[in-house]
């Protein structure tokens, strides 16, 4: 074959790599047992594996083993691939055989799992297979047992895009092959340098590096990533330890979803299974956002696993919060456990664990807790923190703990003497794991005696997302062991781009405090009392200045600033991290105050635990607007917080993108959620993962392990997500120091492993933007003055493919770091030069049609628009947030503005008018265009002072009547939805006098085509639309102008509904 650089340096290392591995390789055409491309399992072989390992079989059922597993079906590739998976595991299939004169039920083994050598490993390169557009050719298919198992594709490590290439291919095989993928395991993109791997059906984003560490063990001759992941995926032991125990199908939404294993949760399973089976417990540090519910999965799985030796045992999955023992119950179920029990009592515990047959139970720690009588009572430990008390003691079975939160910060509990447990012994059974999830530092002492007290003989695995202090290790002891299980780090997280790096800026709120007077007039009031009283009311002042109404102005306009400028273009959403639920009601009054003034649209909500009210003012006043509601429903009162009720559901739909909230999917389920700030106060802070977030605004003083938790909600990857910001308004730095000191020991982390500085990314932009300068220095046209023809240059120098893929490189690197430090003024030196590169990308696109990687992704174009439009920006717009407030309804607009001072007036037209063009832009841009122009035009003679204030008002209230006017001159001509005025308007602009006619044509042209079912997702349908309403306006224009035109409307109809 051709000796390409794929096959040179990717594709035939890897088949040498297999062969060593012990895997017999054999070129396509050497293939003999296939009669078409259209089978793709190998017959012979797979019918001398059944016998093999299945010596007991006779032919009758051989072939009924063969037809089994040959003729799996299913509504979609999904379906039939776990349908699969469940026949290649082992557990689920027998068939009856007469031996030895008796009748009997035997297992069916596809793969022997216990005798290695005892399977067929095989791997082909360039294999061809039927596909419905053209055949579909992978570089490496691997077979076990005449089984398809897995999909590799190699690409030249020289390649720019070679893992997006190598992505594009998977994609396309599973989408016209499908058939190859019934039985596959695993899919892999390599390129010497890199290679990922993924399930079926996983999008890009996910699909992940295998890191290897020195506990691994690897041969010290594996020299690339390409031959280390091969290694830890393919090496015989390994490959099948994966298919059997670490495939999981979730259940998401409705939807099955394969995962893998992440490298850590395989580690990290298999050396805990190990420590237990030295009946050792221990912990595992794994970082937020690592799947350590998955990993317990995993590891429960084994457990309960019959040929892994631990007899039938028991399994109990402890949290520490009813909302994550709900959520690990749901996991669990999810990826296929079927019988997991809730234990809502220590006596229903008892009864559970006094089944024979073993099990797994999930419950709250504070259930061990809380005597019999008490348990529907007491609190989960969220909501005590909620509490603004300053010192709370409680007694439980012996023990007194102390909550203190001198009102500054959230409390913590104080153990105040080693814990007495009064329990009974529940089990002496020796089968007995107990895995104890994000266990809060407080209930470090109750676990290490419910250890020895409850469960004399069980062995513990806890979880955590930070580190174990210094102090905690030794009350951990009995089950520490002295060393990490295992460890995965932010860093190492951020490195797998499992989640993205945090950066940290310091908000504003610099109010004028003479801090030498008020200590001297503070002495004089107050010098003769004790020091302890004195802290107390310096702590007193303390919370007075956070909730003093000038500070919590500064921030909550500083907060919508910086939100509408970095965070929302993005269509990302953010959450407010108070001192205590007064202070995220007085955050919530201020930004509702701010959106009522015009100043944003920006929809909030308030999440914090709502107590009884008879004994909480905050939760008497919610209750009481609730009542005046039911009985004044013309006239109801804003509810500030979420009721406890609606809670769950509404942390569920935070996580939805931005969108129209009536458009539901077509289950009748919510799709979108345009809330864009939650407000918290202790709620949400650990175990919850809402990847949309990417900023968090702390007004709280967060020490220690809340601290290092509280940081990572905003760390979750999710598609076009560079980094999460930490904006502090209440200096962290010192209890980010704090907490890193206590928390080391064995791994040791830096302030900058966890938070990095939005302005050390500046010398990085500055060296980007350097290097693309020196790109362009042949060029020798002032690239400002004679813009035009220093783009031609460009496309001249851009003509040698190793110069684009020099520039593709340089441009992506400028862009992401320009978009980090956005909106910061320091920025916008380059903006000019941003606009130009990547305009030189964008039209270099036609120049050269066949270098795909030109094109512009998806965020590069909404960042592009987002600086082209910055004029535009009005101040939290974005299309479908919710209805415009409608200009065309004049009567009611101008009932809006009665009351209003001029300036008001002024704040409000503008921000209406921004977000009607906004919204109309994208639905009706021949309409909508010239608007923005005028209005780009007033706002500059506003900001140069060449108009009044009062002119300024008329002329908004012109641009109002032309938008009032144009609407009622389409519906007079009987265009009465959307799509039939954006086709009215846009032909205003091709036919003087004969625009009516034109729309009219138009529609009766594709009359047709618009009354078949969902004909906006079917590209068919498009084309044949496209085709008609071009040869139509062929008339009026160029072919070009008519094709460009054609495109354009079918896509208006489509975001406009009739």
């Not at 210094?470 to 060393?483: H, V």
């Not at 993205?500 to 908000?507: C, I, K, T």
């Not at 980090?820 to 920025?827: E, N, Q, T, Y």
């Not at 224009?1037 to 354009?1048: I, V």
Request: hydrophobic content about 35%; overall charge neutral; charged content about 30%.
């Amino acid at each position: 074959m051709t000796q390409t650089p794929e096959y040179t340096y990717s594709e035939k290392p890897a088949l040498n790599l297999f062969q060593k591995l012990g895997y017999t390789y054999l070129p396509d055409s050497a293939v003999t047992e296939r009669e078409d491309i259209t089978q793709v399992i190998l017959q012979d072989r797979l019918r001398a594996a059944i016998q093999r390992i299945n010596p007991w079989m006779d032919e009758i059922n051989l072939e009924k083993a063969f037809h089994k597993i040959t003729s799996v079906a299913g509504n979609s590739l999904m379906e039939i691939n776990q349908g699969i998976w469940k026949l290649l595991e082992g557990r689920s299939y027998s068939e009856k055989q007469i031996l030895n004169g008796e009748e009997s039920w035997n297992p069916v083994h596809f793969i022997d799992y216990q005798n290695l050598e005892n399977n067929d490993f095989l791997v082909v390169n360039q294999m061809k297979f039927h596909g419905r557009l053209k055949n579909s050719i992978p570089d490496i298919m691997v077979y076990v047992n005449g089984l398809p198992l897995a999909v590799i594709e190699c690409k030249s490590p020289t390649a720019l895009d070679a893992f997006d290439s190598a992505y594009g291919d998977l994609k396309y095989y599973q989408k016209y092959s499908e058939k190859v993928f019934h039985y596959n395991q695993l899919c892999v993109g390599m390129w010497e340098v890199g290679a990922r791997y993924a399930a079926i059906g996983v999008p890009q984003k996910f699909y992940l590096p295998f890191r290897q560490k020195k506990e691994d063990q690897f041969p010290d001759d594996l020299k690339t990533e390409q031959d280390r992941l091969i290694y830890a995926l393919f090496e015989k032991k390994r490959f099948l330890d994966l298919i059997r125990n670490f495939v999981l199908f979730e259940v998401e939404e409705g939807i099955t979803i394969k995962k893998l294993p992440r490298h850590q949760q395989v580690r990290a399973t298999n050396k805990t299974l190990k420590r237990l089976e030295n009946d050792e417990g221990g912990v595992v540090w794994h970082t937020q956002g690592s799947g350590k519910s998955l990993t317990m999965a995993y590891i429960t799985r084994k457990l309960r696993a019959q040929e892994n030796g631990f007899e039938n045992p028991t399994v109990i999955v402890m949290t520490d919060r009813k909302d994550l023992d709900t959520q690990i119950t749901n996991t669990f179920r999810n990826v296929g456990f079927k019988n997991v029990a809730q234990a809502g009592s220590v006596s229903h515990l008892d009864s559970l664990l006094r089944n024979d047959y073993g099990g797994i139970v999930t419950t709250t720690l504070q259930k061990f807790q809380e005597k019999e009588d008490e348990e529907t009572t007491v609190q989960d430990h969220t909501q005590e923190e909620e509490q603004d008390d300053i010192r709370i003691v409680k007694s439980i079975e012996g023990k007194i703990l102390t909550k203190i939160t001198q009102r500054k910060e959230n409390g913590r509990w104080i153990e105040q003497e080693r814990e007495v447990i009064e329990m009974e012994e529940l089990s002496t059974k020796k089968n007995i794991y107990v895995l104890v999830d994000e266990a809060h530092r407080s209930h470090y002492g109750f676990l290490a005696s419910f250890m020895r007290t409850v469960l004399p003989h069980a062995k513990f695995v806890a979880f955590t997302g930070t580190p174990i202090s210094k102090e905690d290790k030794s009350t951990l002891a009995e089950f520490y062991g002295g060393e990490y299980i295992d460890v995965y780090t932010i860093n190492e997280s951020v490195a797998d781009e499992a989640t993205v790096e945090l950066r940290y800026d310091e908000g504003i709120a610099q109010l004028n405090i003479r801090k030498e007077e008020l200590d001297a007039e503070f002495e004089e009031k107050f010098g003769h009392l004790s020091e302890e009283k004195k802290d107390k009311l310096k702590n007193e002042a303390l919370r007075k200045y956070q909730f003093s109404k000038e500070r919590i102005e500064e921030i909550s306009k500083h907060i919508i600033d910086h939100y509408r400028d970095k965070i929302f273009p993005d269509k990302h959403k953010a959450m407010i991290v108070c001192s205590g639920r007064r202070g995220a009601l007085k955050y919530k009054q201020e930004i509702d105050r701010l959106r009522e003034e015009g100043y944003h649209n920006f929809q909030s909500k308030v999440i914090v635990t709502i107590g009884s009210p008879k004994n909480d003012l905050i939760a008497r006043e919610h209750y009481e607007i609730i009542d005046w509601n039911k009985k004044h429903p013309d006239n109801p009162k804003p509810l500030l917080l979420v009721p406890s009720n609606d809670i769950e559901t509404a942390q569920k739909d935070y996580k939805l993108p931005f969108g129209d909230e009536k458009d539901l999917a077509k289950s009748g389920k919510k799709q979108y959620d345009n809330t864009a700030l939650l407000i918290v106060s202790d709620m949400l802070l650990t175990g919850y993962d809402a990847p949309i977030a990417s900023c968090m605004y702390l007004d709280k003083s967060l020490r220690e392990h809340g601290l290092l938790q509280a940081l990572t909600r905003v760390n979750r990857s999710r598609k076009g997500k560079n980094a999460g910001y930490i904006i502090d308004y209440n200096g962290i730095t010192a209890n980010l120091l704090q907490a890193l000191d206590m928390f080391s020991g064995d791994v040791k982390l830096k302030p900058d492993d966890i938070l990095k500085n939005v302005n050390e990314e500046l010398p990085h932009l500055a060296g980007h933007h350097g290097k693309l300068l020196d790109f362009f220095k042949p060029i020798r046209i002032d690239r400002k003055y004679r813009r035009a023809d220093f783009m031609d240059a460009a496309f001249r120098l851009l003509e040698a493919i190793d110069k684009r893929d020099r520039f593709k490189i340089l441009l992506k690197n400028f862009n992401k770091s320009i978009n980090i430090v956005l909106p910061d003024k320091r920025a916008l030196k380059y903006q000019e030069d941003f606009k130009l590169f990547n305009e030189i990308k964008l039209r270099a696109r036609n120049i050269f049609p066949d270098d795909q990687s030109l094109k512009i992704s998806e965020d590069e174009s909404k960042m592009l628009q987002e600086m082209i439009d910055k004029h535009l920006k009005a101040e939290g717009v974005e299309n479908l947030l919710e209805e415009p407030v409608s200009i065309i309804d004049k009567e009611k607009f101008k009932e809006a503005l009665l009351d209003a001072s001029p300036a008001t007036k002024e704040l409000k037209m503008r921000n209406n008018l921004k977000y009607t063009i906004k919204v109309g832009l994208d639905k009706n841009p021949d309409f909508y265009k010239p608007l923005a122009q005028r209005l780009e035009e007033l706002l500059k003679r506003r900001r140069e002072e060449r108009i009044t204030q009062l002119d300024l008002l008329k002329e908004y209230a012109k641009m109002m009547d032309n938008i009032s006017e144009n609407e009622a001159e389409s519906t007079r001509k009987g265009f009465i939805t959307d799509r039939e005025k954006v086709v009215y308007d846009s032909m205003k602009t091709i036919f003087n006098g004969g625009a009516e006619d034109a729309a009219n044509t138009i529609f009766e042209l594709v009359k047709g085509e618009l009354n078949i079912v969902d004909w906006e997702s079917k590209n068919r349908v498009q084309i044949d639309m496209k085709k008609k309403i071009r040869n139509f306006l062929s008339v009026m224009m160029t072919r070009e102008e008519a094709r460009l035109k054609s495109e354009e409307l079918v896509n208006l109809m489509i975001k406009n509904k009739g």
